[in-house]
């Protein structure tokens, strides 16, 4: 497995196998990887003859006041792990390799962006956006790999590959939780112990809301009430950021549960920000 650290070389390599006639996937990571990661890697390595991991704990996704500081970061581990599940490269750049000090070219969905994590995260998937555009140019992938525990993040760059006529295929692949439910995020190491004993409170109050949709309930508003006070019930200190519904393609907002719809959450517990999400079907 070999290292490469800017645009140039991987283009270089990308370049080289595809001249070959070897098809490429690509997995985009923020690195730490978990056993959600190593899902889509082991997914994406049987799609295509090369695998290209991204570790890239990019910038311009994170608001001023967020976490990019302290977001967990372990290179050594990842590249091992990357090279134990078959990768054939990773990509590891500096934030100055991949934006020049003048970067001034941004894309967006605004539309998708705003609502959901959009509402507290304004600049979130504009950076979201910029940088997978620019990895999926740097290695022009047959596929590439992502999580739906993010499915804004994966309804927005569908939307984007949609728009911009890219050839890559965007897969999404189920959720990987925990034993007791929890999705698995690099962020849950920020958990102190009592707090990730009590988070599993998201998807079990996700399920509830499943469960009442199959016994008849349709009102959105009463579903994320219900959600709201079994929360408020089993994880007092958490603030629900949001509890919405909305259309699973196009994300637009959703009144009545009458065909399949989105119910994605983000809970605030302590300083931790956790998301979840549910595909209610009706
Ligand atoms: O989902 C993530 O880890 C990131 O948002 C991504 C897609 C790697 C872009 O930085």
Redesign the pocket.
């Given at each position: 497995m070999d290292l490469f650290t800017t645009p140039a070389s991987l283009r270089t390599q990308c370049r080289q196998w595809r001249e070959q006639g070897q098809s490429i996937a690509l997995v985009?990571?923020?690195g730490f990887l978990h056993d959600g990661h190593m899902s889509l890697i082991d997914h994406a390595r049987a799609c295509a003859d090369k695998l290209v991991v991204?570790v890239?704990?990019?910038p311009t996704?994170f608001g001023p006041n967020e976490d990019l500081d302290r977001y967990p970061r372990d290179l050594p581990r990842d590249l091992a792990l990357a090279e134990a599940h078959g990768a054939d490269a990773v990509f590891a750049p500096e934030a100055g390799a991949m934006y020049q000090p003048d970067h001034a070219t941004w894309v967006e969905v605004p539309e998708m962006a705003k609502g959901l994590c959009g509402a507290s995260r304004p600049v979130h998937f504009r950076?979201?956006c910029t940088?997978?555009l620019k990895?999926l140019n740097l290695v022009q992938p047959k596929v590439a790999v992502?999580?739906q525990k993010?499915w804004q993040?994966l309804a927005i760059?569908r939307r984007m590959a949609r728009d911009l006529d890219l050839d890559a295929e965007l897969m999404g692949m189920p959720i990987f939780r925990e034993p007791d439910g929890l999705a698995m995020s690099s962020r849950n190491v920020y958990l102190t112990p009592d707090e990730r004993s009590r988070v599993p409170a998201i998807r079990q109050g996700l399920l509830l809301a499943q469960r009442r949709v199959a016994a008849g309930e349709r009102d959105a508003e009463a579903l994320a009430l219900m959600f709201r006070e079994h929360l408020a019930d089993t994880l007092p200190d958490a603030r629900v950021d949001y509890a919405s519904f909305a259309h699973p393609e196009s994300l637009a907002p959703v009144a009545r549960i009458d065909a399949p719809t989105l119910l994605a959450v983000a809970v605030f517990i302590g300083k931790v920000r956790l998301i979840d999400n549910i595909l209610l079907e009706v």
């Open positions: 985009p990571t923020m991204s890239f704990v990019n996704q950076g979201v940088v997978v990895l992502f999580g993010d993040q760059l």
